[in-house]
């Protein structure tokens, strides 16, 4: 799906959503192609990635650790492009790489966003498994979660792009893992290909139940990134010391005001009589100190088949409204991704 080298396609954030998303929230544009200027690349996007957070950044007040977008700019997004023109010395045309070029065809930068995309027989991977999601799932696992062998780890969304991914390490590290899934196809998934111990159905009435069932020696680590009906199962399980690394809660993305019971007073009350460690973490604060040991971990559990990622394909940038909506109601299997351009 070659792009026309004069015009430029982006997606715009077109109005405020009211809960899910809807398309009347987009609005897709046209204009000329951005000329760099001096210390400048012109890139055209290849893949899109289409992440959960967008979602935040769409309302008026963001969430803290990043700006909101305003009403008729770009939807933001990681992206594997391909340098067209280049007027900064450390690129050349032609070089792939990761960028944050957003939801269009073609974007500027300064050079100082930009990563190399590797020498990927897959390069969409670079913003998956081997990319943010990838190393959200790294550094909340072991740095914060810090599973220990023969212990239980639960992991919420598994086999989404962080959770998957999580799931496996934990089982490289000798843990129990058991996953919560939307669907019986997902949890076969988890269980048969990522070698998952156990999965579950979070649309199940008896999910409550069979988690008990399952995690009847308690949870030792729980990788959150979904909060709602799910946290509420999974904290009374809590062992003593577990640690709850926090990437997410996707289940209250789209939710104007908090909804049922009031579960604070009882969920602090555990906290301190279980003495559980809970942390948020933002990945962005840590490519710095331990991207570079991500990267080569991966790469290697990757090459050697030790860690499985599945991505879940939609083609043409006119099509991301529809999937970034389906992926706000669990629509997608695997780490979804556009292609915009290229074979």
């Known amino acids: 799906m070659p792009s026309n080298l004069s015009i430029n396609r982006r997606i715009v954030l077109a109005a405020r959503p009211r809960g899910v998303p809807a398309p009347a929230d987009f609005r897709l544009e046209q204009g000329p192609v951005p000329a760099p200027q001096?210390?400048?690349?012109?890139?055209?996007?290849?893949?899109?990635?289409?992440?959960?957070?967008m979602r935040n950044l769409m309302e008026e007040v963001g969430p803290g650790y990043a700006d909101p977008m305003p009403l008729g700019a770009t939807m933001v997004g990681g992206t594997v492009s391909r340098i067209v023109e280049s007027r900064h010395p450390r690129f050349k045309a032609g070089e792939l790489v990761v960028a944050n070029a957003g939801w269009q065809d073609y974007g500027i930068s300064d050079g100082s966003d930009l990563m190399p995309a590797g020498d990927l027989e897959q390069p969409s991977l670079a913003l998956g498994g081997l990319g943010m999601p990838g190393f959200t799932a790294y550094v909340g696992l072991?740095?914060?979660?810090?599973p220990k062998p023969g212990e239980t780890?639960?992991?919420?969304?598994?086999?989404?792009?962080?959770?998957?991914?999580?799931g496996q390490?934990?089982?490289?590290?000798?843990?129990?893992v058991v996953g919560i899934a939307g669907g019986p196809d997902k949890c076969r998934y988890a269980v048969e290909e990522l070698g998952f111990d156990a999965c579950l159905d979070h649309r199940d009435p008896q999910f409550a139940q069979r988690l008990a069932a399952v995690c009847a020696d308690g949870?030792?680590?729980?990788?959150?990134?979904?909060?709602?009906?799910?946290?509420d199962a999974v904290h009374p399980l809590l062992?003593?010391?577990?640690?709850v690394p926090v990437c997410g809660f996707i289940a209250h993305y789209n939710e104007k005001t908090a909804t049922g019971p009031d579960r604070l007073p009882g969920?602090?009350?555990?906290?301190?009589a279980k003495r559980i460690r809970m942390q948020g973490f933002i990945i962005l604060d840590h490519y710095a100190t331990r991207f570079d040991a991500f990267r080569r971990d991966m790469l290697a559990w990757h090459a050697a088949g030790k860690v499985k990622l599945r991505e879940d394909i939609v083609d043409g940038l006119?099509?991301?409204?529809?999937?970034?909506?389906?992926?706000?109601?669990?629509?997608?299997?695997?780490?979804?991704?556009?292609?915009?351009a290229g074979e």
């Open 267 to 272: 969920w602090m009350a555990t906290l301190l």
């Open 239 to 243: 062992n003593l010391n577990a640690r």
């Open 318 to 340: 006119e099509n991301a409204p529809a999937a970034f909506i389906g992926l706000q109601q669990g629509r997608n299997f695997g780490k979804l991704v556009v292609r915009v």
């Open 169 to 176: 390490i934990a089982k490289l590290k000798g843990a129990r």
């Open 38 to 53: 001096e210390g400048q690349v012109l890139l055209r996007t290849e893949w899109l990635s289409l992440d959960p957070y």
């Open 142 to 146: 072991l740095d914060i979660g810090e």
């Open 219 to 231: 949870i030792d680590v729980y990788v959150e990134s979904i909060g709602g009906a799910v946290f």
């Open 153 to 166: 780890v639960v992991i919420g969304a598994a086999t989404g792009a962080v959770g998957a991914v999580a």
